[in-house]
């Protein structure tokens, strides 16, 4: 079986930019705080999988002095802040 020529780039389909997800992580007065470890400077492919983080996390984050969070996408805020206190 012949194998065919790869299209050429203008018939492919544009990747998408990438879009990180990120939170920022805040104490009670607004400011960003900066954690180190496992929990520090992680990014996201999809706003579900940020959420699920958080959701996951968010009673290790408050015991490291975060009071609430904000959800970004790149620089856009989507949504915050958010507290993380009952």
């Given at each position: 079986m012949a194998k065919l020529p790869d299209e050429?780039?203008?018939f492919r389909p544009a990747?998408?930019?990438?879009?990180?997800?990120?939170?920022r992580l805040e104490d009670s007065a607004g400011r960003p705080?900066?954690?180190?470890?496992?929990l520090s400077g992680a990014t996201f492919a999809s706003q579900?999988?940020?959420e699920s983080w958080v959701g996951e996390v968010w009673s290790d984050l408050a015991a490291l002095g975060v009071d609430a969070v904000s959800l970004y996408e790149a620089?856009?805020?989507v949504y915050g802040p958010m507290s993380l206190h009952p």
């Open positions: 050429p780039p203008t990747a998408a930019a990438p879009h990180p997800w990120t939170w705080v900066e954690i180190t470890g496992e579900a999988d940020a620089d856009r805020l």
